[in-house]
């Protein structure tokens, strides 16, 4: 019954490594969101997508690079990635102006 | 430059008063404003929307102000409780922009 889920909840890894998280909802939304979460809990968006297509993408550096395959899922991949990428990554979708989290990723970089 | 600010970082009060948090905003003309409460390990979770033209708006226990002429919206929790602690985030919409900006959030603690 979960409405907004993600995988991995927490992902450990070396510098310079790949990774990617994954996102799906089952509301039926249209929109759907990355944000970040850094140490002092300030939610800042990375990206949106509106049924598959880029709408939002907010000077996030090019490491990231999302990937939506149908309106349900949007996954996020990271490339090379940096200590600073250390953070909880949540995925959200939005009907009606609410917005929709997923439980979120803790990212720990080495 | 635009700013939201919830100018509480923490929160600290009895059981049984009323829990009034502040969200400020700067250089924005939001057409609504939002409250979530996010609870540890836990994504935000939708508690109210307050739309530009509305004064007050309620929720059984929980009350949102939103004055648009000083830029602030008031969160209030009555008869507070301990499982009200959480950290409580303010959000408005950046309009033309499809997309919310979230204050950094009061984190409130309710003692027995």
């Known amino acids: 019954d979960t409405a907004v889920s993600q995988t991995p909840k927490y992902l450990v890894t070396q510098m310079g490594n790949d990774k990617s998280i994954k996102c799906e909802q089952n509301l039926g939304h249209d929109t759907m969101y990355w944000y970040k979460q850094d140490s002092k809990k300030f939610l800042k968006i990375m990206f949106s997508y509106n049924n598959k297509e880029l709408i939002i993408n907010e000077t996030v550096p090019n490491r990231f690079s999302p990937k939506s395959p149908d309106k349900a899922h949007l996954n996020l991949h990271i490339n090379s990635l940096e200590l600073g990428d250390s953070a909880v990554y949540f995925c959200?979708?939005?009907?009606?102006?609410?917005?929709?989290f997923g439980p979120g990723t803790r990212l720990t970089v080495l | 430059s635009q700013k939201i600010e919830q100018n509480s970082e923490a929160l600290n009060i009895q059981e049984g008063k009323t829990a009034t948090l502040t969200c400020n905003y700067t250089?924005?003309?939001?057409?609504?404003l939002q409250w979530y409460r996010q609870d540890p390990g836990r994504g935000p979770v939708f508690l109210l929307l307050?739309?530009?033209?509305?004064k007050e708006k309620r929720k059984e226990r929980l009350k949102v102000t939103f004055d648009t002429t000083l830029k602030q919206s008031l969160f209030h929790i009555t008869a507070s409780q301990p499982a009200d602690s959480a950290t409580y985030l303010c959000a408005l919409d950046e309009v033309g922009a499809s997309k919310i900006i979230f204050g950094s959030g009061t984190r409130l603690s309710i003692r027995p």
């Open positions: 250089n924005y003309s939001p057409a609504y």
């Open positions: 307050i739309r530009e033209n509305e």
């Open positions: 959200a979708s939005t009907s009606q102006d609410t917005q929709y």
